[in-house]
Structure formats: structure tokens, C-alpha cells
């Protein structure tokens, strides 16, 4: 399914890729100095991605409505990342009341030649946009979900870790993106 | 019995990017000599005639400066960076080992350039590069 979609798409270089969001990052590092803000700032950018990429999503993957959060985190994982990124996720720790999963990512196309400096090790989520392209994503389709960076490979963790939790699902009668 | 005593790379002006040795149990004072050597294989690149004005295709340079030691060879890229391998002088290693050995020497040093933390034409001071390096030097 998703090599289907991803076939399907058209292709950029990784490498200018992966350089071009390696400048963006130093950048803002560069710009605001703190690193918290660095990692809020790709969030924001990932939600404006997020909101205009699931559009596309849903024209050329033609997946209907998910019938729960758990079908939702698949799609993510198997669909999403490999339609956009290449690689697929895999989706654990699910909770029982479906509101909660991780996102695992053994290969991430973001921080290929990347090795963080010291000082920012554990501060910085160099690849926190993703995070941000989720939740904006989501929010399209009616799910309000909070997503975080939990762990990160560059940190010298073991993997990359993205935390999903479902907040709450919005009503279909408001208005798209109107808070 | 290791063959390859040192790697080094020299930036476009001649800035040391990276040098490292192999040999256990050097001296300080050795090492200075390492140092020292590599030094006058830069000089000895300066020196080969029309090496400055045309780019030639073939990046790597044989031999370039035998000492009683050690054998130095170097490989320059159209950039202007300069790769050097010091090897033990009775090591026997055929060229077309050497021009397999910088060309990964050469991706290793592109990879780490394309980390976009690292600042171009400084120390390459990255442990990963480094780690990499070693594992490779026994491949010669």
C-alpha cells in the first residue's frame, strides 16, 4: 500500500533534501540562539507543512475514514512516512484505551550525516518538524492529538521515539482549522 | 603488523583538517615527525608542475615522499583538499589498493562535510569520522 503511494509521487534528491533541512535547522539555531524555541519554531513550521500536506495525502492515497485511532496510527506509519519520507514507522506501545502510541523510527532521511554537538545533546529535536506534519495533519481530519519527540538517535538513544496522544476529537460541524 | 601509520587531510590553504596516527605507542616526539613529514608532502604537491594550472582527472598523486621510515601518498581533489596516507616503508602495496582507499577516505570526508553542524575548511573533530576512519585504515 504504501510503495503503491510512494511510487506514485514525484522524487527529490535525499541528499538536498536532508542538506536543505540541515541549513534550515542550523539556521534557526543561529537566529534564536535557545534551543528550546528552535524546537518549538520547526513544530509550527511541520503544523503549516501538515495542514497543506494532508491534502495531498488523501487525493493519492485514496484511504477513507479510519475507524479508530489505532487504524489512524498505521496509516501514519505505513502510508505517510513512506509515501513523503520513504521509510515506514512502526507504531508500539499502544494503550488500551486507544488515545496513545509511539511512533519508532528506524531510519530517518532527515539526520543522515548529522551528529549533533555536545551541547545540544537531549535539548535539541533536530528532526521535530515531524512532529509538528503530524499534528497538523491530524487536525485536518478532525483530531486534535498532541505529539512529542521522546527519544532521539542523534542523543545517542537507541531510537527515535515520536509520542502521539489524542486529545480529543473535533467535532465535524466546526469549521476546518477554526479554534 | 599495521601498515598505515597516519591519515591526514589538508584543507584548500594548506590548514591541517584532520591528522591522525595509527602506530601504538608513539612518542610525542614522533608524532611530531608525522607531523613534519606530512608537512613536506605538502610541499612536494606545491612543487609538481602543473599541478596548479590544469585540473587533471586523476586525483591521486603515487608516491610522493619516501623518508627512511615511511612511504607518503597523496591523493588532491579538484577542491584543493589534500589527502595523505603515511604507511610503514616496508609495506608493499600495490596503487590501485591506495586509489580504492582514498576514494573511501574521500566519501567518508564528503559525508562528514554534509553534517550541517560542521563548519567547512575547520578541524574535523566529529568522534563518528574518526571511528570510521580507524575501522578503514586496516583495510589497506
Given at each position: 500500500m504504501g510503495t503503491d503511494v510512494f511510487n506514485k509521487v514525484e522524487k527529490i534528491n535525499s541528499e538536498l533534501f536532508t542538506l536543505t533541512y540541515g541549513a534550515l535547522v542550523t539556521q534557526l539555531i543561529k537566529d534564536y540562539e535557545d534551543i528550546e524555541q528552535v524546537n518549538i519554531k520547526l513544530e509550527q513550521m511541520g503544523y503549516n507543512i501538515g495542514i497543506r500536506l494532508i491534502e495531498e495525502f488523501l487525493a493519492k492515497s485514496n484511504i477513507g475514514r479510519c475507524a479508530d485511532f489505532m487504524e489512524t496510527a498505521e496509516v501514519i506509519a505505513k502510508v505517510g512516512f513512506k509515501m513523503f519520507l520513504g521509510v515506514t514507522a512502526t507504531v508500539i506501545d499502544q494503550d488500551p484505551d486507544k488515545r496513545e502510541f509511539h511512533l519508532i523510527l528506524d531510519?530517518?532521511?532527515?539526520?543522515?550525516?548529522v551528529e549533533l554537538p555536545e551541547q545540544y545533546k537531549h535539548k535539541l529535536y533536530y528532526s521535530n518538524i515531524l512532529c509538528g506534519v503530524i499534528r497538523g495533519a491530524l487536525e485536518m481530519v478532525q483530531m486534535k492529538v498532541k505529539c512529542t519527540f521522546m527519544k532521539c538517535t542523534l542523543s545517542d538513544e537507541t531510537s527515535s521515539d515520536i509520542k502521539v496522544v489524542l486529545e480529543e476529537v473535533l467535532s465535524d460541524m466546526i469549521p476546518v482549522g477554526y479554534d | 603488523m599495521k601498515k598505515v601509520v597516519c591519515v591526514a587531510i589538508i584543507g584548500k590553504?594548506?590548514?591541517?583538517?584532520f591528522i591522525q596516527e595509527?602506530?601504538?605507542?608513539?612518542?610525542d616526539e614522533n608524532k611530531l615527525k608525522l607531523h613534519y613529514i606530512v608537512h613536506c608532502s605538502l610541499d612536494i604537491i606545491e612543487d609538481k608542475p602543473g599541478n596548479t594550472k590544469k585540473l587533471s582527472s586523476e586525483l591521486y598523486l603515487g608516491l610522493l615522499y619516501p623518508t627512511e621510515d615511511y612511504k607518503v601518498y597523496g591523493y588532491i581533489t579538484n577542491s584543493k583538499i589534500k589527502f595523505f596516507v603515511v604507511v610503514l616503508d616496508t609495506s608493499d602495496i600495490k596503487d590501485s589498493d591506495f586509489k580504492i582507499f582514498f576514494k573511501r577516505l574521500q566519501n567518508l570526508y564528503i559525508n562528514t562535510t554534509s553534517n550541517p553542524f560542521y563548519k567547512p575548511n575547520t578541524k574535523i573533530e566529529s568522534t563518528k569520522f574518526l571511528q570510521e576512519v580507524i575501522n578503514l585504515a586496516p583495510s589497506l
Open positions: 531510519d530517518n532521511p532527515l539526520i543522515d550525516f | 590553504g594548506n590548514n591541517p583538517l595509527f602506530a601504538t605507542g608513539l612518542t
